[in-house]
């Protein structure tokens, strides 16, 4: 999927940051947050997401980040998102990254770019 830069930025919220992690809660919790969350931003024309969803703190993973992230594959199927970039390849050398930046200019300041931060997703809102 590609991004579609028909949004007007100027009029609405570029980003948006969203901590999962926030309170500790259970996969479930943190899944429907996550979908409560992603119909909030899309219904107030923010344009992307930046979803903190950790890494796991024994260093090889948690529950919530793979669980987030195959609910965001599945919100994108439903048409709540266009596109989805794992912190990992929040590359300015990645494709999808550029079109991202292309789209939101001002995210080339974001602190996760360039840092391959396996514990965040960037998640490009589809048009209400």
Not at 32 to 59: F, T
Request: aromatic residues 4%.
């Amino acid at each position: 999927m590609s991004v579609k830069p028909d949004y007007n930025a100027s009029a609405v919220a570029s980003l948006r940051t969203i901590n999962l992690e926030a309170g500790m809660p259970t996969v479930e919790e943190a899944r429907k947050r996550l979908i409560q969350e992603l119909k909030s931003a899309r219904a107030a024309g923010v344009i992307a997401v930046k979803l903190i969803h950790g890494y796991g703190s024994s260093g090889t993973g948690g529950a919530m980040r793979p669980a987030v992230r195959k609910s965001l594959l599945l919100r994108r199927k439903e048409g709540i998102v266009d596109e989805i970039v794992f912190g990992e390849r929040w590359d300015i050398f990645e494709k999808q990254t550029q079109r991202i930046l292309q789209l939101i200019p001002e995210l080339a300041r974001d602190k996760d770019l360039q840092q391959s931060n396996p514990g965040i997703t960037i998640a490009v809102m589809s048009k209400p």
